[in-house]
Structure formats: C-alpha cells, structure tokens
C-alpha cells in the first residue's frame, strides 16, 4: 500500500502522506475569508467571561450573533463576548521566564506561608 | 358568549359556533399557525449544508428547529381539540396538499440566500407581532406556543433584519440579488394579513389575533429596514392567496412528497 | 491570532536557545502538561496537527451531508428535529475544530480550499451513500461509535486547543449515537419491512466503520511519533478491538446480526475475535473510487462557491460601516 492511512481526528482513518499542511498566516498576501473572533461566555451570574473559542464574522454585530448560534446551543451562556482576535496582545511565550518566573519566590504573598498558634480562629 | 356567528373556510364548519362550532374553527387556526411553521422549518432545514458560510448553517438550523418547536405543539392541539385520533405526525404526514392550510409565502422555494433572507423577513415580521398578541389567547397550548415563540422569532426577525441590511447594503450583486427576492415574493404577503369570518370569530372569543391588525406594525416594520438598507418597496399589485383555504403554488407538491414519502410507505409503523 | 506584545525590551534579557526550547517543549509533553498555541513547538509536530485537526474539521462538515439527506424526510417530527439537532452539532463541531487548527497559524479559509481541492482529505466512511432511513440510525450507532472511540482519547492530546474543543465535542456527542440507536431499535422491533431496513444498513455499514480504526498497527508505522507526542494515545488495532467489544452485545440487544460470521467470544482474552477486514475496498475509497467522494466534494464546493457573493457582501458592508462597527466593539 503505497500512501500511510492512520486513524487521525475524531472519524477515522485519513491519509496522513502528501496532505497540504497550510501555509503561515502571516505570510499570506491578503485575507480571504471574514475576520476571526474571539468568544468569551459567561457560563451564569456569578462567573467571569471564560475563552470558549473562535469564529469568522465579518463585523461585530454578526460576530455577536453567530456567537450565540454556535456556542450557546445548549444554555451554555447568559452573556457573550466577541473580541477581534488580532486586538488582542499577548505575553511573549519566550518572554515566559521573565515574566512570570519571579513570582514564584514570593511565597509570602500566600497565607499558608505564616505560622499561626494552635487554636487561633479567623485569621 | 356573544351570538353565534357563521364561519367559512375550506372545511365544513357549517355548525354555529357555540362549543363544536368554536372547537372546529380553532382546529383551522391551529392548522393554518401550526402549518406555517411546519412548512418553512421543512424549507430551511433542506438549507442545512448549503449555507454561504459554515456559521450561518448553524444559524438557519436555529431558525429551523425553533419553527419546527412551535409546529409541533400546535397540530398536536389541533389533533386533540379535533378528536379523531390525529397526533401531530397524522397531521403532518397524512394530509392531502388540499389539507394544508399555511400561506403560500413559506412554501416558496430557496432560490439563492437572498430569497431564503427575503421570505424570513417578511414572515418573521408578521409572525412577531402576531405571536406577541397569541400570548393572550384564550387557548393555554396555543398562548404557551407564543409566550415562547416570541423570544424565538424576536432573533428570527434580527437575523433576517441584520442579513437584509447587509445584502442591500453590500455589493451591487448583492443588493441586486435582494431586491430581486423582494419583488419575487412581494405578492405573496399580503395573504399574511387576510381575515376572514373564522379568524374575526375567533378573535371575539379571544383565541385568535385577526393578522390584520398586525399589518401596521409589519409596514412600519419592513419599510424602516428597507430603507435603512437601500432597497425599494416592491411595488407589486399581484396579490397570491389562496392558502389559507388550501391551495398552494405549484412547488408546494414536491415539498410534501419529499417530506411525506417515507412515513406514508409504511402505514401503521412506527418510527 | 492574537499579536506578540510589540516591546522587545524583555526578550533581549533572556534568549533561549532552540535546543532549550526544544527540551522544554519535550519536558511538557513528557509531564502531561498541555503545549499551547503560542509555545514553541517543533516544526512537525506543528504540521502533524493541523493536518489532523483540519481533517477532522473537514470530517464533520462532510459528515453533515449523508446524514443531512434525511431531514427533509424524517418519518416523524421529533426524528426530524432530532436529526436536524444533531447535523447542526456536526457544523458546530467543525466550526470548534477549524477554530482550534486557526491558533496554529493557518487560516480557515486556507483550509477550505484545500478540502475543496482534494489535498486534505476527510474521513472516507463519508463516502458511501444513506440510500434509507435505516442509514441514519446506523450511522448514529456504528459511526459515532466508532468515532466516540476515536475521540474520546484526543480529550487528553497534548495540544490544548485541541483537547478543550474535543472535550467539547464529545459531551455534546453523547446523544448522537444513542438516537441512532434508538432508531435502530424502534426499527427493529417495528413491522418486518423496518426491520429488514434496519438489518440491510448494519450490514452495509459495519465493515467500514471497523475500517474507520485506520490499516492494522503493524502498516501503520509511523504513528510511534504521535504516540510519543501525546496526539494519539492508543493504536488503531487497540481501539478497532474496543468498539467491538463493545458494538457486539449492543447488537444483540438490537435483534440485528454483524454481518461476520468469524465473530465470537474468546473467553481467554476476554475479547470479541472478528474475521479479516478487506483493505481492498478501503484502498478503493480512499483513492477516491467511493461511492460518494465526487458527490461530497461538489456538493461542498457548491455551497461555498454558491456564498461568495453572500460573504462578499457581508465584507463590503463591513467596510462601508467600519466606524459604527468599531464603536460598537468599543462600547
């Protein structure tokens, strides 16, 4: 058999030999498809915007609505975020050390580090 | 009760309508509420993988399982309220064309997306304000049906509201394509807004909303999108009617023989 | 993508070295730590995941179509709202998934068209016809079956876009393949016409959806490398043996013979044994000698070449009202 088949992805076996892998986005001429958004739901009253996924829209009121349509099918949500994802900044992975690396000897910063007497209460 | 009045429509309801007379004609107005919704579900569900994009799919599935939400309910009442042993699945895949009592306007066929957007406008604008009037009725099923349908149709009528703005404000294809769907299915609105002596009885009794009524609003409506998008008011003075007693448009045929073929090749099985 | 933060100021402090990168990144991996979009990650890896991803994006939304050739035809209104309930799921799992294979630096629209043009391929089982109402109950039985199988242990790839929308697809899964039994069980208890379409469409479908578990480990060499990585966890031979194990007594409870007549306990491995899966017909759809594949293919393409003008217009819209529009992301 001359091409490998594997059982890749949730519906079986695919060609995993001669299949395009894409090309970088950044080094694409121009974009073809509606920009991409990001989706933040609010799962109820009470908690924080959680990320959930993305979809394409072509403005923020359709962004809006496909994002009620495809993450909110089953009561998922009772509020919704879309965010164009290129308004976004994010820390640099490389920069991870630095950025995040200091606080990791801080341990004051947390109760457990204190010692409190026995039998010492609300504190 | 006040006196009984005499109600026409394509079936014999030749009684006064006292209690069988009201029963019978509500049965027809559940049809005619229940068969609109039956039937553009059944449209728009054939859309499922034919969308522009992968997003609005799932969009018109929405629209689609929310009709198909309200249809069921309302032939079920109707079935009961009849008392022949009907259940909503009799009703929907047993009855003969000349049986089924929605608008033509639904049963026009999805020539391009923006005909599927032109029929959802003009329907949703009629259908909200109708429901939002239901949600009083004096038959708990049917104000249940519309307590719930009107936050249903309410994004019905943004997304269509929301696509039209978008299409006749697009490209000049896209406006041309819109406008064309327009003028397409203008003619067929105005059955949406016919009454007739069973509808006006049943409004005295206060389980219908004479759609009528609803025809202002469903102006103002229409107009302010198609203004605000750039396209005009078709100003077609065919008037196609007929469904509401039964008749439909030629495609109306091929629709139910796709829908009901399987159910009626096997009589008594169950699914 | 959401961009880098613009100030260089403190990447020139601490520059790793790709050598230390690529230890890191092996160091998660090995610690069942999830690799995220913007971490460094080696080169095949990277494409070894967008293929897979993009090709299970594209499985669902050519999955949508044989089982979407019955809406129209439900025998009964809850089968139809049901059906029409779960073919949504199915544009909404690839919506999750080209989503996920989007944060590895490739566009959906690229995506596309590479479905379109027959250099990403999709799930071959696709390829055969529904020609009854039977097909859509086995399909939810065997084929998502097989699929939950599949797809329940990528809810722990090490890639973690891939594994949250995974985590996703599978709880909204769980009632695909219980409707599809069900259909096949009211089928089979139902007039004998019905259960004769129920026994016709197993027979049809249980071969290839054994076949969905991808050739025998020992043809499949290469897998080692995605084991290693955490994208797969367990073999193709292991998970065909665990859909059987677990297909055969559902069947019985179904009153619906495999179509196998090698099939039978083996109480020493605690195994079903099952008898030799023809490749042949495999290979046969795969090159695209299927029933369906030239179907699926310009079906899809119709639809999204039927949209352009829609998504053009949506586009010019967009632009015309750009300053309301970023008013309102503002607000």
């Known amino acids: ?123 | ?271 | 993508m959401p961009v880098t933060d613009p100030s260089p100021a403190l990447q020139a402090a601490v520059e790793p070295d790709e050598a230390a990168l690529a230890e890191r990144f092996e160091r998660t991996v090995a610690a069942e730590e999830r690799i995220e979009p913007r971490d460094w990650m080696p080169e095949a890896y990277r494409k070894t995941l967008i293929r897979q991803i993009a090709q299970h994006a594209h499985s669902e939304i050519i999955g949508m179509q044989p089982e979407g050739n019955w809406i129209t035809r439900a025998p009964s209104l809850r089968r139809k709202a049901i059906l029409l309930a779960k073919v949504q799921d199915e544009a909404g799992h690839g919506l999750y998934l080209y989503s996920a294979a989007e944060t590895l630096g490739v566009d959906r629209a690229e995506l596309l068209d590479l479905l379109h043009a027959g250099r990403q391929k999709y799930s071959s089982i696709f390829n055969y016809p529904t020609p009854t109402w039977a097909d859509v109950g086995a399909i939810g039985w065997l084929v998502d079956g097989a699929a939950i199988v599949n797809q329940v242990p990528i809810t722990r790839c090490s890639y973690g876009p891939y594994a949250r929308a995974m985590v996703r697809i599978c709880k909204e899964e769980s009632f695909h393949q219980r409707q599809g039994f069900e259909i096949l069980h009211h089928l089979s208890s139902g007039t004998p016409e019905q259960h004769a379409m129920a026994q016709d469409a197993v027979d049809r479908w249980w071969w290839p959806s054994l076949m969905m578990f991808g050739p025998p480990d020992d043809a499949s060499p290469n897998s080692a490398r995605s084991m290693a990585w955490k994208i797969k966890r367990f073999s193709n031979d292991e998970l065909r043996q665990r859909f059987v194990d677990m297909a055969v007594p559902q069947a019985e409870a179904l009153g619906l013979t495999l179509p196998d007549p090698e099939l039978r306990w083996d109480a020493e491995s605690g195994h079903y044994r099952f008898g030799a899966i023809d490749w042949t017909e495999f290979h046969e759809v795969l090159r695209g000698n299927g029933p369906c594949n030239a179907l699926r293919v310009e079906h899809r393409v119709r639809a999204h070449e039927e949209g352009a003008w829609v998504r053009e217009a949506a586009d010019a819209y967009a632009a015309k009202h750009a300053a309301r529009a970023g008013a309102e992301v503002a607000a």
């Open chain 1, 1 to 123: 058999m001359s091409a490998e088949v594997r059982a890749e992805g949730g519906h079986g076996a695919v060609p995993v030999e001669g299949v395009a892998t894409g090309t970088p986005t950044p080094t694409r001429a121009s974009r073809r498809d509606w920009p991409l958004w990001e989706v933040f739901v609010r799962g109820r009253r009470g908690l924080a915007h959680t990320h959930v996924g993305s979809l394409h829209a072509p403005d923020a009121t359709m962004a809006l609505r496909n994002a009620r349509d495809v993450y909110t099918r089953r009561q998922e949500g009772v509020s919704l975020w879309v965010v164009p994802a290129a308004a976004i900044t994010a820390s640099s992975p490389d920069e991870r050390d630095p950025f995040f690396a200091p606080a990791a000897d801080k341990a004051y910063r947390h109760p457990t580090f204190y010692e409190v007497p026995e039998g010492v209460q609300h504190l």
């Open chain 2, 1 to 271: 009760m006040s006196a009984p009045a005499r109600v026409e429509s394509s079936a014999p309801v030749d009684q006064p309508a006292t209690g069988a007379g009201t029963t019978a004609a509500t049965v027809q107005y559940l049809l005619r509420l229940g068969d609109d919704a039956l039937v553009l579900a059944q449209r728009l569900g054939a859309q499922l993988t034919r969308a522009p994009q992968l997003e609005e799919d799932v969009a018109l599935a929405n629209i689609a399982l929310d009709l198909l939400g309200q249809a069921r309910p309302l032939l079920a009442r109707a079935g009961e309220l009849e008392g022949r042993g009907r259940d909503e699945d009799a009703l929907a895949f047993l009855r003969e064309e000349r049986d089924f009592l929605n608008c033509q306007l639904v049963e026009q066929p999805d020539v391009d997306f923006a005909g599927t957007i032109a029929r959802q406008l003009l329907f949703s604008c009629y259908q909200l304000p109708l429901l939002q009037a239901l949600t009083t009725s004096a038959d708990e099923v049917l104000a249940g049906v519309a307590g719930k349908g009107v936050k249903e149709v309410a994004y019905h009528r943004d997304h269509a509201v929301q696509w039209t703005l978008r299409l006749g404000d697009g490209t000049e294809e896209s406006s041309r394509r819109m406008q064309a769907a327009l003028d397409r299915l203008w003619p067929f609105a105005a059955e949406l807004f016919e009454s007739d002596d069973l509808v006006r009885s049943l409004a005295v009794r206060g389980v219908a909303v004479d759609p009528a009524s609803v025809r202002p609003r469903w102006d103002a409506d229409v107009d302010a999108v198609l203004a605000e998008a750039g396209l005009a008011r078709p100003s077609s003075v065919r008037v196609a009617t007929g469904g509401r007693r039964g008749l439909h448009t030629e495609c109306f045929g091929y629709l139910l023989a796709e829908m009901q073929h399987l159910a009626r090749s096997h009589p008594g099985a169950t699914w």
